[in-house]
Structures are given as structure tokens and as C-alpha cells.
């Protein structure tokens, strides 16, 4: 597996990072940007977040050190669908979070995790 690192978030700080329903997860940084990482949803697959490990306010406040992620995928036993699993890791000197995500889908459609950074209005 191929680890990714985000540097959009190291050495940023957050002010906020929260859980959306399991279906987004944002960081409200310092810098007046909002980095989101979400699914945009289509008509035949599922994307959210299945678990997290650790505790999302360990990521406030402190700056952050690790921001990556991992991707494995596998086709479903007796079955054309397929799956994703994408494990997000973040830390600062205060504690780590892993967020798993799972997606999936016919095979045809996305089952990645969208990730973009907004300026806050």
C-alpha cells in the first residue's frame, strides 16, 4: 500500500475538527481555511466513515505532524461489487487519529474520499 501524505495540513492548526454524521469530516484551521474531507455522492455506491480511533480533539489546537492516508481495495466474495477502505491518520504532539473509511459500489462508480480546502467567509 502506497501511504499518501496531505501537506495542505502539516504545520497547520486547528480551531475545530468535526464529525459530520459520518459522512464528512472537517478541519476549521487557524489560516481561515476549511480542509473537508467528504464523498460526492452518486446513485449506485455508499462512502462514509466506519470508525475512528482516538479522539478527534487531540487535532485542536496543537500543531499538526502526520496527515496521510492509505488505500486498499477488494472485490466483495460472490459478487461483481467492489470495496474501498481508506485509513486517514492524523496527529500533533497531543495524540493521533486514525478515521477509516468504506466504500462501495457495482464496481463502476467512485468509492474515494474527496478532499479539498475551502476559505471560510
Not at 15 to 35: I, P
Not at 77 to 99: I, L, M, Q
Amino acid at each position: 500500500m502506497e501511504v499518501t501524505i496531505i501537506d495542505e495540513l502539516i504545520g497547520q492548526v486547528a480551531k475545530a475538527v468535526t464529525n459530520h454524521r459520518n459522512k464528512e469530516l472537517t478541519f476549521d484551521l487557524e489560516n481561515g481555511q476549511t480542509a473537508r474531507f467528504y464523498h460526492e455522492q452518486d446513485c449506485c455506491e455508499s462512502v462514509s466513515i466506519e470508525e475512528i480511533h482516538g479522539d478527534l480533539n487531540d487535532l485542536v489546537g496543537h500543531e499538526i505532524v502526520q496527515a496521510e492516508f492509505v488505500c486498499e481495495k477488494a472485490r466483495l466474495e460472490d459478487s461483481c461489487d467492489s470495496a474501498t477502505w481508506t485509513f486517514y491518520k492524523f496527529a500533533t504532539n497531543r495524540g493521533s487519529v486514525t478515521v477509516r473509511w468504506y466504500g462501495t459500489s457495482n464496481g463502476y462508480y467512485s468509492q474515494t474520499v474527496d478532499f479539498e480546502i475551502e476559505e471560510i467567509n
